[in-house]
C-alpha cells in the first residue's frame, strides 16, 4: 500500500491510538516513535514516511507532547490528565511546562 492510497486521517487516528494503548499505566508515561512504527508499519500496511507525518500531525495540533527520557530516548506522551501525571511524577522537571500546566489545570476543574 502506498501513501496514496490511505487517508490521512485514518492514520492520524490509529497513530494516535498506539501512542495511546502503548502509554497505559502498566508502562512509561512516553511511547518511543520506534514502537509506532512497529507497530504501524512492521504489523500493518502503513509507509514508514506516511507514519512519521502522522506522528509530526499529532504534535503540531497538541495531541501530544515529545520529550526526552532519561536514556536520552525521545518520547510521545497524550497530552490528557493521567498520562500528563504520569508524566509529572516520573519527571518532576516537565512540570513548569506551560502546556503541561495547561493540562492539570484543566484536570482539576
Same mark, same amino acid.
Given at each position: 500500500?502506498?501513501? #496514496?492510497? *490511505?487517508? =490521512?486521517?485514518? &492514520?492520524?487516528?490509529?497513530? !494516535?491510538?498506539?501512542?495511546?494503548?502503548? +502509554?497505559?499505566?502498566?508502562? @512509561? =508515561?512516553?511511547? @518511543?516513535?520506534?514502537?509506532? /512504527? +512497529? *507497530?504501524? *508499519? %512492521?504489523?500493518?500496511? /502503513? +509507509? /514508514?514516511?506516511?507514519?512519521?507525518?502522522?506522528?509530526?500531525? $499529532? !504534535? #503540531?495540533?497538541? #495531541?501530544? $507532547?515529545?520529550?526526552?527520557?532519561?536514556?536520552?530516548?525521545? &518520547?510521545?506522551?497524550?497530552?490528557? %490528565?493521567?498520562? *500528563?501525571? @504520569? !508524566?509529572?511524577?516520573? /519527571? =518532576?522537571?516537565?512540570?513548569?511546562?506551560? +502546556? $503541561?500546566?495547561?493540562? !492539570?489545570?484543566?484536570?482539576?476543574?
Amino acid at each position: 500500500m502506498t501513501d #496514496d492510497d *490511505v487517508d =490521512p486521517e485514518e &492514520r492520524y487516528g490509529r497513530v !494516535l491510538s498506539v501512542v495511546e494503548a502503548q +502509554t497505559s499505566p502498566m508502562q @512509561r =508515561p512516553g511511547v @518511543r516513535p520506534r514502537a509506532v /512504527y +512497529t *507497530v504501524l *508499519v %512492521a504489523h500493518s500496511s /502503513y +509507509t /514508514y514516511k506516511g507514519v512519521k507525518a502522522s506522528l509530526q500531525a $499529532i !504534535l #503540531d495540533n497538541g #495531541d501530544v $507532547i515529545a520529550y526526552n527520557d532519561d536514556d536520552g530516548e525521545l &518520547r510521545f506522551c497524550r497530552l490528557e %490528565a493521567d498520562p *500528563v501525571e @504520569r !508524566l509529572v511524577a516520573e /519527571y =518532576p522537571e516537565v512540570a513548569d511546562n506551560d +502546556t $503541561i500546566q495547561s493540562v !492539570l489545570e484543566a484536570a482539576d476543574d
